[in-house]
């Protein structure tokens, strides 16, 4: 395959093709000492700034024993920022250096070996390719991904891959577990019950996905992962100390440093949806409380870069079960801003309708 900055005509559709019958992804291309990115990676320089003035990401410590002003932090956090890191979270740091091994390893597998994996069939149990959104998106990442959907039905064992199996199974039951950490102290931070996101299931459905980011020999061209927003309830995200993530704050891209020992944490989409009405919190009143803020990851001459991201909600929990803002934050002065939908509803639309600038699909459902 050709590797050129040419931007004349050319044949795309074929060019996509070529590169995702490799099954190499990414990782093949560098492998094979690629110095120019393919045209397909390409993507357009973005008008927004990258912010000139620091910006701290709040760290929240989940062992404080003032619980109370752990939950306005994160209150405030999500409501400014959309993300927060937290630490002492309960998850042992060989555990979360031994995950981003395992992906390591399994990316670092003979291509003969992942191939088995390759697929672009959600229903299978262990989905890797590169760029999910290969043939819809106006660039393609500089990314390889695995993905397992490991609850609320978490797959056969052996099913999963050999080189990251068992510490894969040992990190989602952690993460699990600081799932109901996390969604309790939001409840919390919505003045309601501990219990009542964990009560609507809102913990219970949650997937893996071991991100690859080979060093890029033009990454001024290219990125790691592109402008969006996340299609779930929560994210819980280790990264390794490359970073390259970026949050949009008013209107500027922000870094999110890697922190030892954090992890990072994000609302998603359909968390957003779910709290935007009048909500109540210790010092205000304020709508829009919980902000699903997009981001997205930069390429990086340095690499690999490994993250491992967990998605609390997902396609396969329940599909028919309607989602929407919760009942005892809508009044009549206070209307919901969000219709209802079930997850398959906005799984399905933002697959195949979202717009091309990483535009979140939420503005689909606005009343």
């Known amino acids: 395959m050709a590797a050129t900055t040419d931007v004349t005509y050319y044949d795309r559709q074929a060019e996509l093709k070529a590169f995702d019958e490799t099954k190499a992804g990414v990782k093949g291309l560098v492998d094979g000492g690629i110095q120019q990115i393919p045209r397909i990676f390409i993507h357009q320089p973005e008008p927004l700034p990258v912010t000139s003035t620091p910006i701290q990401i709040p760290i929240v410590d989940l062992g404080s024993t003032d619980k109370a002003s752990t939950v306005e932090k994160i209150c405030n956090a999500s409501e400014t920022l959309g993300f927060f890191q937290v630490v002492n979270h309960g998850i042992p740091l060989g555990v979360m250096n031994e ?8 990316h670092d597998q003979d291509v003969e070996v992942k191939k088995r994996f390759y697929t672009r069939d959600w229903t299978r149990t262990v989905v890797y390719h590169s760029n999910h959104d290969l043939y819809t998106a106006p660039a393609a990442c500089w990314r390889d991904s695995f993905s397992t959907f490991m609850a609320p039905s978490p797959p056969p064992p052996e099913e999963l891959p050999e080189v990251c199996r068992d510490i894969q199974i040992e990190y989602l039951n952690e993460v699990m577990k600081l799932g109901r950490v996390l969604f309790g102290l939001i409840s919390e931070a919505l003045t309601l019950n501990p219990n009542h996101l964990a009560d609507m299931d809102l913990d219970k459905g949650l997937a893996f996905f071991g991100h690859y980011y080979p060093a890029c020999p033009q990454p001024d061209l290219a990125r790691g992962g592109a402008k969006h927003s996340d299609r779930a ?3 819980v995200l280790l990264q390794d100390e490359i970073g390259g993530l970026q949050i949009l704050h008013n209107q500027e891209w922000v870094d999110v440093p890697p922190t030892p020992g954090a992890l990072v944490i994000n609302i998603g989409d359909l968390l957003q949806a779910y709290t935007t009405t009048k909500i109540m919190s210790y010092k205000m009143i304020s709508n829009d409380k919980l902000k699903s803020v997009e981001h997205r990851v930069l390429a990086n001459k340095k690499g690999p870069r490994v993250s491992v991201a967990c998605f609390f909600g997902s396609s396969r929990v329940p599909l028919m079960r309607r989602y929407g ?19 398959h509803e906005y ?3 933002s697959l195949y309708n979202e717009e091309v600038d990483g535009a979140s699909a939420l503005l689909h459902f606005k009343l």
């Not at 995950?99 to 399994?106: D, I, M, P, T």
């Open 233 to 235: 309830f929560l994210t």
């Open 99 to 106: 995950v981003l091994e395992g992906v390591r390893r399994f």
């Open 347 to 349: 799984i399905q639309y």
């Open 325 to 343: 803002p919760i009942k005892e934050l809508v009044s009549d002065e206070n209307p919901p801003r969000y219709k209802e939908f079930t997850i």
